[in-house]
Protein backbone atom coordinates (compact mmCIF):
# COMPACT_ATOMS: atom_id res chain seq x y z
CA UNK A 1 0.00 0.00 0.00
CA UNK A 2 1.61 3.53 -0.97
CA UNK A 3 2.45 5.81 1.83
CA UNK A 4 1.44 9.02 -0.34
CA UNK A 5 4.23 10.63 1.01
CA UNK A 6 6.99 13.09 -1.28
CA UNK A 7 9.60 14.73 -0.15
CA UNK A 8 11.23 18.30 -1.87
CA UNK A 9 14.51 19.67 -0.75
CA UNK A 10 16.43 22.73 -2.36
CA UNK A 11 20.63 22.59 -2.76
CA UNK A 12 22.90 24.95 -4.02
CA UNK A 13 22.81 28.75 -4.06
CA UNK A 14 19.84 30.71 -3.88
CA UNK A 15 18.03 32.20 -6.91
CA UNK A 16 14.96 34.51 -7.37
CA UNK A 17 13.29 32.02 -8.67
CA UNK A 18 13.91 28.62 -6.74
CA UNK A 19 10.72 28.90 -4.95
CA UNK A 20 8.84 28.95 -7.53
CA UNK A 21 9.93 25.33 -8.07
CA UNK A 22 9.86 24.25 -4.51
CA UNK A 23 5.71 25.20 -4.64
CA UNK A 24 5.57 23.97 -7.93
CA UNK A 25 6.06 20.80 -6.43
CA UNK A 26 3.66 21.04 -3.49
CA UNK A 27 0.98 22.37 -5.17
CA UNK A 28 1.26 20.11 -8.05
CA UNK A 29 1.39 16.82 -5.82
CA UNK A 30 -1.77 17.93 -4.02
CA UNK A 31 -3.33 17.76 -6.79
CA UNK A 32 -2.95 14.15 -6.76
CA UNK A 33 -5.33 12.11 -4.76
CA UNK A 34 -3.07 9.33 -4.04
CA UNK A 35 -0.29 12.46 -2.45
CA UNK A 36 -1.42 12.40 1.71
CA UNK A 37 1.85 14.11 2.77
CA UNK A 38 4.29 16.65 0.79
CA UNK A 39 7.37 17.30 3.21
CA UNK A 40 10.24 19.89 2.63
CA UNK A 41 13.57 19.22 3.75
CA UNK A 42 15.51 22.38 5.88
CA UNK A 43 18.73 23.18 4.04
CA UNK A 44 18.79 20.40 1.65
CA UNK A 45 20.38 16.69 2.18
CA UNK A 46 21.27 18.46 5.54
CA UNK A 47 18.27 18.76 6.15
CA UNK A 48 17.20 14.88 5.25
CA UNK A 49 19.78 13.28 6.87
CA UNK A 50 18.86 15.24 10.14
CA UNK A 51 15.49 14.51 9.76
CA UNK A 52 14.35 18.38 9.62
CA UNK A 53 11.48 18.62 7.51
CA UNK A 54 8.21 20.20 7.65
CA UNK A 55 4.66 20.01 5.70
CA UNK A 56 4.01 21.60 3.21
CA UNK A 57 0.45 19.84 3.20
CA UNK A 58 -0.41 22.23 6.08
CA UNK A 59 0.28 25.37 4.01
CA UNK A 60 -2.34 27.47 2.25
CA UNK A 61 -2.00 27.73 -1.43
CA UNK A 62 -2.16 31.84 -0.92
CA UNK A 63 0.85 31.43 1.44
CA UNK A 64 2.50 29.19 -0.76
CA UNK A 65 2.08 31.53 -3.95
CA UNK A 66 3.70 34.67 -1.84
CA UNK A 67 6.57 32.32 -1.33
CA UNK A 68 6.97 31.26 -4.85
CA UNK A 69 7.70 34.83 -5.58
CA UNK A 70 9.60 35.75 -2.93
CA UNK A 71 13.33 35.15 -3.76
CA UNK A 72 16.24 32.38 -2.75
CA UNK A 73 15.36 29.59 -1.28
CA UNK A 74 12.05 29.29 1.66
CA UNK A 75 13.54 25.78 2.99
CA UNK A 76 16.95 26.96 3.27
CA UNK A 77 20.00 25.63 1.22
CA UNK A 78 22.76 23.43 1.29
CA UNK A 79 26.82 23.36 0.07
CA UNK A 80 27.11 19.97 1.15
CA UNK A 81 28.63 17.67 -1.80
CA UNK A 82 27.21 14.01 -0.48
CA UNK A 83 29.41 11.31 -1.57
CA UNK A 84 28.11 7.44 -1.36
CA UNK A 85 28.28 7.29 2.46
CA UNK A 86 26.25 10.28 2.40
CA UNK A 87 23.81 9.20 -0.14
CA UNK A 88 22.79 6.00 1.75
CA UNK A 89 22.42 8.10 4.69
CA UNK A 90 19.66 9.84 2.66
CA UNK A 91 18.26 6.78 1.70
CA UNK A 92 17.90 5.50 5.04
CA UNK A 93 16.01 8.63 6.19
CA UNK A 94 13.97 8.41 2.88
CA UNK A 95 13.34 4.88 3.66
CA UNK A 96 12.52 5.02 7.33
CA UNK A 97 9.77 8.12 6.61
CA UNK A 98 7.96 6.05 3.66
CA UNK A 99 8.98 8.82 0.95
CA UNK A 100 8.27 7.66 -2.36
CA UNK A 101 8.68 10.41 -4.55
CA UNK A 102 11.54 12.34 -4.08
CA UNK A 103 12.67 15.90 -5.64
CA UNK A 104 15.45 18.05 -5.28
CA UNK A 105 16.29 21.31 -6.69
CA UNK A 106 19.29 22.23 -7.44
CA UNK A 107 22.89 22.15 -10.16
CA UNK A 108 25.34 19.93 -10.98
CA UNK A 109 25.90 18.68 -7.58
CA UNK A 110 22.53 18.26 -6.55
CA UNK A 111 21.68 16.19 -10.01
CA UNK A 112 24.70 13.69 -8.93
CA UNK A 113 23.38 13.25 -5.42
CA UNK A 114 19.49 12.07 -6.66
CA UNK A 115 21.65 9.71 -9.61
CA UNK A 116 23.62 8.25 -6.43
CA UNK A 117 20.32 7.89 -3.94
CA UNK A 118 18.11 6.32 -7.17
CA UNK A 119 20.81 3.76 -7.40
CA UNK A 120 20.72 3.08 -3.68
CA UNK A 121 16.52 2.54 -3.64
CA UNK A 122 17.37 0.59 -6.72
CA UNK A 123 19.50 -1.87 -4.93
CA UNK A 124 17.00 -2.28 -1.83
CA UNK A 125 13.98 -2.86 -4.68
CA UNK A 126 12.47 0.28 -3.01
CA UNK A 127 9.68 1.70 -4.48
CA UNK A 128 11.47 5.19 -4.40
CA UNK A 129 10.89 7.73 -7.72
CA UNK A 130 13.51 10.09 -7.45
CA UNK A 131 13.34 13.37 -9.77
CA UNK A 132 16.41 15.98 -10.40
CA UNK A 133 14.61 19.64 -10.92
CA UNK A 134 17.03 22.39 -12.85
CA UNK A 135 18.52 25.18 -10.82
CA UNK A 136 21.70 27.53 -11.43
CA UNK A 137 22.58 31.14 -12.15
CA UNK A 138 25.90 29.78 -14.05
CA UNK A 139 23.18 28.32 -16.60
CA UNK A 140 26.15 25.87 -16.92
CA UNK A 141 23.61 21.82 -16.69
CA UNK A 142 23.76 20.18 -19.77
CA UNK A 143 20.95 19.13 -22.07
CA UNK A 144 19.31 22.16 -20.95
CA UNK A 145 18.58 25.31 -23.37
CA UNK A 146 19.09 27.37 -20.17
CA UNK A 147 18.02 27.16 -16.54
CA UNK A 148 15.70 28.44 -14.27
CA UNK A 149 17.62 31.27 -11.91
CA UNK A 150 19.59 32.13 -15.05
CA UNK A 151 17.46 34.68 -16.75
CA UNK A 152 16.68 36.66 -13.45
CA UNK A 153 20.58 36.79 -12.32
CA UNK A 154 21.58 37.67 -16.49
CA UNK A 155 18.65 40.27 -16.22
CA UNK A 156 20.34 41.87 -13.04
CA UNK A 157 23.60 41.79 -14.43
CA UNK A 158 22.35 43.69 -17.86
CA UNK A 159 20.68 46.27 -15.45
CA UNK A 160 23.64 46.53 -13.79
CA UNK A 161 25.85 47.40 -16.45
CA UNK A 162 23.25 49.35 -18.40
CA UNK A 163 23.19 51.74 -14.85
CA UNK A 164 27.13 51.80 -14.45
CA UNK A 165 27.70 52.61 -18.53
CA UNK A 166 25.18 55.84 -18.01
CA UNK A 167 27.86 56.57 -14.86
CA UNK A 168 30.78 55.92 -16.49
CA UNK A 169 29.65 58.10 -19.48
CA UNK A 170 28.95 61.40 -16.86
CA UNK A 171 32.30 60.78 -14.85
CA UNK A 172 34.59 59.17 -17.37
CA UNK A 173 37.50 56.50 -16.63
CA UNK A 174 37.74 52.77 -16.13
CA UNK A 175 35.25 50.46 -14.55
CA UNK A 176 35.55 46.56 -13.76
CA UNK A 177 32.59 44.86 -12.82
CA UNK A 178 32.94 41.00 -11.74
CA UNK A 179 30.41 38.54 -12.49
CA UNK A 180 30.12 35.09 -10.85
CA UNK A 181 31.10 31.73 -13.35
CA UNK A 182 33.67 29.39 -12.65
CA UNK A 183 33.86 27.57 -15.95
CA UNK A 184 30.78 29.11 -17.99
CA UNK A 185 30.82 32.78 -18.71
CA UNK A 186 26.97 32.95 -19.49
CA UNK A 187 26.08 35.64 -16.60
CA UNK A 188 28.99 37.56 -17.58
CA UNK A 189 27.79 37.62 -20.98
CA UNK A 190 24.70 38.96 -20.75
CA UNK A 191 26.12 42.23 -19.70
CA UNK A 192 26.58 42.92 -23.25
CA UNK A 193 22.82 43.32 -23.13
CA UNK A 194 22.72 46.12 -21.20
CA UNK A 195 24.28 47.80 -24.60
CA UNK A 196 21.97 50.28 -26.28
CA UNK A 197 24.24 53.05 -28.74
CA UNK A 198 27.82 51.43 -30.40
CA UNK A 199 30.07 52.94 -28.24
CA UNK A 200 28.06 51.89 -24.67
CA UNK A 201 29.97 49.22 -22.28
CA UNK A 202 30.49 46.97 -21.63
CA UNK A 203 33.44 47.58 -24.31
CA UNK A 204 35.15 44.65 -22.73
CA UNK A 205 33.71 41.26 -21.77
CA UNK A 206 36.23 38.27 -20.47
CA UNK A 207 35.00 34.65 -20.15
CA UNK A 208 36.78 31.50 -18.59
CA UNK A 209 35.49 29.89 -22.27
CA UNK A 210 39.05 31.86 -23.60
CA UNK A 211 42.09 32.14 -21.71
CA UNK A 212 43.08 35.48 -20.16
CA UNK A 213 46.09 36.89 -20.74
CA UNK A 214 47.01 40.34 -18.54
CA UNK A 215 49.16 41.73 -21.24
CA UNK A 216 46.70 41.50 -23.75
CA UNK A 217 44.16 42.59 -21.41
CA UNK A 218 46.07 45.95 -20.27
CA UNK A 219 46.62 46.05 -24.23
CA UNK A 220 42.64 45.58 -24.98
CA UNK A 221 42.17 48.30 -22.03
CA UNK A 222 44.38 51.25 -23.36
CA UNK A 223 43.32 50.63 -26.40
CA UNK A 224 39.64 51.02 -25.54
CA UNK A 225 40.08 54.07 -23.64
CA UNK A 226 42.05 55.55 -26.28
CA UNK A 227 39.20 55.09 -28.80
CA UNK A 228 35.99 56.24 -26.37
CA UNK A 229 38.07 58.22 -23.52
CA UNK A 230 36.74 55.77 -20.90
CA UNK A 231 36.34 51.88 -20.19
CA UNK A 232 33.87 49.52 -19.21
CA UNK A 233 34.62 45.89 -18.54
CA UNK A 234 33.02 43.06 -17.59
CA UNK A 235 34.58 40.12 -16.11
CA UNK A 236 33.76 36.36 -15.44
CA UNK A 237 35.43 35.76 -11.41
CA UNK A 238 36.32 32.31 -13.33
CA UNK A 239 38.95 34.09 -16.03
CA UNK A 240 42.32 31.58 -16.07
CA UNK A 241 45.17 31.51 -18.43
CA UNK A 242 46.27 29.20 -20.74
CA UNK A 243 47.14 26.78 -18.33
CA UNK A 244 44.08 26.57 -16.25
CA UNK A 245 45.25 28.30 -13.39
CA UNK A 246 42.88 31.25 -11.87
CA UNK A 247 44.08 34.84 -12.22
CA UNK A 248 43.04 35.76 -8.77
CA UNK A 249 45.60 32.35 -7.74
CA UNK A 250 47.89 34.53 -9.73
CA UNK A 251 47.43 37.57 -8.64
CA UNK A 252 46.92 37.66 -5.18
CA UNK A 253 49.49 37.21 -2.15
CA UNK A 254 46.77 34.49 -0.89
CA UNK A 255 44.11 32.92 -1.33
CA UNK A 256 41.34 30.54 0.27
CA UNK A 257 39.68 27.63 -0.56
CA UNK A 258 36.14 26.32 -0.42
CA UNK A 259 35.22 23.13 1.42
CA UNK A 260 35.99 21.05 -1.88
CA UNK A 261 39.29 22.47 -2.94
CA UNK A 262 38.39 25.09 -5.07
CA UNK A 263 40.01 28.84 -5.15
CA UNK A 264 37.63 30.42 -3.54
CA UNK A 265 36.53 33.00 -6.25
CA UNK A 266 32.90 34.50 -5.25
CA UNK A 267 32.59 36.43 -1.71
CA UNK A 268 36.25 38.43 -1.86
CA UNK A 269 36.01 41.47 -4.14
CA UNK A 270 40.02 40.66 -4.73
CA UNK A 271 40.00 40.02 -8.64
CA UNK A 272 38.10 43.44 -9.47
CA UNK A 273 40.45 45.17 -6.96
CA UNK A 274 43.65 43.69 -8.55
CA UNK A 275 42.73 43.69 -12.06
CA UNK A 276 42.27 47.65 -11.31
CA UNK A 277 45.95 47.82 -9.81
CA UNK A 278 47.09 46.07 -12.39
CA UNK A 279 45.46 48.94 -14.51
CA UNK A 280 46.57 51.68 -12.52
CA UNK A 281 50.25 50.56 -12.21
CA UNK A 282 50.90 49.70 -15.45
CA UNK A 283 49.16 52.00 -17.63
CA UNK A 284 49.44 55.09 -14.97
CA UNK A 285 45.23 55.92 -15.32
CA UNK A 286 43.98 57.74 -11.97
CA UNK A 287 39.74 57.20 -12.47
CA UNK A 288 39.75 53.43 -12.49
CA UNK A 289 37.05 51.45 -9.85
CA UNK A 290 35.54 47.62 -9.89
CA UNK A 291 32.86 46.17 -7.83
CA UNK A 292 32.53 42.55 -7.50
CA UNK A 293 28.66 41.56 -7.79
CA UNK A 294 28.76 38.28 -5.41
CA UNK A 295 25.64 37.49 -3.96
CA UNK A 296 23.22 40.52 -5.50
CA UNK A 297 23.06 38.43 -8.66
CA UNK A 298 21.46 35.87 -6.98
CA UNK A 299 18.43 36.58 -5.12
CA UNK A 300 17.97 40.63 -6.23
CA UNK A 301 13.88 41.43 -5.43
CA UNK A 302 12.26 43.26 -7.94
CA UNK A 303 14.84 42.02 -11.03
CA UNK A 304 13.10 38.63 -11.62
CA UNK A 305 12.47 37.70 -15.20
CA UNK A 306 8.47 37.09 -15.86
CA UNK A 307 9.71 34.16 -18.01
CA UNK A 308 12.48 32.82 -15.52
CA UNK A 309 9.16 33.02 -13.14
CA UNK A 310 6.70 31.19 -15.21
CA UNK A 311 9.56 28.65 -16.42
CA UNK A 312 10.50 28.05 -12.62
CA UNK A 313 7.23 26.88 -11.56
CA UNK A 314 6.86 25.09 -14.54
CA UNK A 315 9.67 22.60 -14.49
CA UNK A 316 8.18 21.70 -10.96
CA UNK A 317 5.30 21.17 -12.21
CA UNK A 318 6.42 18.99 -14.62
CA UNK A 319 9.09 16.97 -11.91
CA UNK A 320 5.79 15.95 -10.45
CA UNK A 321 3.85 15.01 -13.61
CA UNK A 322 6.53 12.74 -14.71
CA UNK A 323 7.32 11.11 -11.27
CA UNK A 324 2.84 10.26 -11.15
CA UNK A 325 2.40 9.13 -14.50
CA UNK A 326 6.50 8.14 -15.62
CA UNK A 327 7.69 4.89 -14.84
CA UNK A 328 11.72 6.25 -14.46
CA UNK A 329 13.78 8.67 -12.50
CA UNK A 330 15.32 11.40 -13.88
CA UNK A 331 16.35 14.95 -14.51
CA UNK A 332 13.78 17.52 -16.31
CA UNK A 333 15.40 19.66 -19.15
CA UNK A 334 14.12 23.01 -20.66
CA UNK A 335 14.23 22.50 -24.67
CA UNK A 336 13.58 25.99 -26.32
CA UNK A 337 10.87 24.93 -29.48
CA UNK A 338 10.95 27.81 -31.96
CA UNK A 339 10.88 31.90 -30.96
CA UNK A 340 10.16 31.84 -28.04
CA UNK A 341 8.86 29.09 -26.20
CA UNK A 342 9.90 25.63 -24.65
CA UNK A 343 9.45 22.19 -23.87
CA UNK A 344 10.07 19.91 -20.81
CA UNK A 345 11.80 16.67 -21.17
CA UNK A 346 12.84 14.00 -18.62
CA UNK A 347 16.27 12.90 -19.41
CA UNK A 348 18.42 9.73 -17.34
CA UNK A 349 19.95 11.35 -14.33
CA UNK A 350 23.42 10.12 -15.49
CA UNK A 351 23.02 12.75 -18.57
CA UNK A 352 22.86 15.72 -16.81
CA UNK A 353 24.66 14.71 -13.41
CA UNK A 354 28.23 16.01 -12.75
CA UNK A 355 28.61 17.66 -16.07
CA UNK A 356 29.28 21.10 -16.50
CA UNK A 357 27.91 23.02 -19.45
CA UNK A 358 30.48 26.03 -21.18
CA UNK A 359 28.99 28.59 -23.44
CA UNK A 360 28.80 27.43 -26.95
CA UNK A 361 31.76 29.01 -29.58
CA UNK A 362 29.19 30.32 -31.65
CA UNK A 363 27.93 32.95 -28.67
CA UNK A 364 31.72 34.21 -28.32
CA UNK A 365 32.88 36.84 -30.86
CA UNK A 366 36.02 35.79 -32.40
CA UNK A 367 38.01 38.78 -30.61
CA UNK A 368 36.86 36.92 -27.15
CA UNK A 369 36.06 39.99 -25.13
CA UNK A 370 32.56 40.39 -26.95
CA UNK A 371 29.18 38.17 -27.58
CA UNK A 372 28.07 37.36 -30.50
CA UNK A 373 24.48 38.54 -32.43
CA UNK A 374 24.08 34.70 -31.84
CA UNK A 375 24.38 35.23 -28.27
CA UNK A 376 21.83 38.40 -27.87
CA UNK A 377 19.26 36.27 -29.78
CA UNK A 378 19.72 33.49 -27.64
CA UNK A 379 19.25 35.70 -24.37
CA UNK A 380 17.07 38.33 -25.12
CA UNK A 381 13.52 36.18 -24.61
CA UNK A 382 14.93 35.07 -21.08
CA UNK A 383 15.22 38.10 -19.64
CA UNK A 384 11.42 39.02 -19.86
CA UNK A 385 8.92 42.13 -20.54
CA UNK A 386 9.68 45.61 -19.64
CA UNK A 387 13.44 45.97 -19.52
CA UNK A 388 14.38 49.44 -18.59
CA UNK A 389 15.79 51.62 -21.66
CA UNK A 390 18.49 54.37 -21.88
CA UNK A 391 18.13 57.85 -23.54
CA UNK A 392 20.57 60.29 -24.13
CA UNK A 393 20.28 64.49 -25.61
CA UNK A 394 21.10 64.77 -28.89
CA UNK A 395 23.25 67.85 -27.48
CA UNK A 396 22.23 69.95 -30.73
CA UNK A 397 25.10 72.46 -30.14
CA UNK A 398 24.90 76.26 -29.24
CA UNK A 399 27.71 78.47 -31.06
CA UNK A 400 30.37 79.71 -28.72
CA UNK A 401 30.40 83.82 -28.58
CA UNK A 402 33.85 84.30 -26.59
CA UNK A 403 36.11 82.41 -28.51
CA UNK A 404 34.34 82.60 -31.41
CA UNK A 405 36.85 82.90 -34.38
Known sequence: MSSGKILVAQGGGPTAVINQSMVGVALEARRFHD??????????????VDEDFVDLTQETSHNLEGVAATPSSAL???RDKPDLKYCQEIFKVLRAHEIEHFFYIGGNDSSDTVRIVSEEAHKANYPLRSIHIPKTIDND?????????????????????????????????IYVGVVMGRHAGFLTAAAALGKKFPDDGPH????????????????DVKTTYERYGRCVIAVSEGIHDAAGVPILSMLAKTVEHDPHGNVQLSGTGALADLLCEEIKSKLGYKRVRGDTFGYLQRSFIGCVSDVDQREAREVGEKAVQHAMWGAVDGSVTIKRTGYYSVDYELVPLNVVAGKTRVMEDEFIAANGTDVTDAFRLYLRPLLGSGMPDAFRLRQAAVAKVLTAK
Open 35 to 48: VKRVYGARHGVRGI
Open 76 to 78: GST
Open 141 to 173: LVANDHTPGFASAARFVAQAFAGVNLDNAALPG
Open 204 to 219: LIYLPERAFDLAKFLA
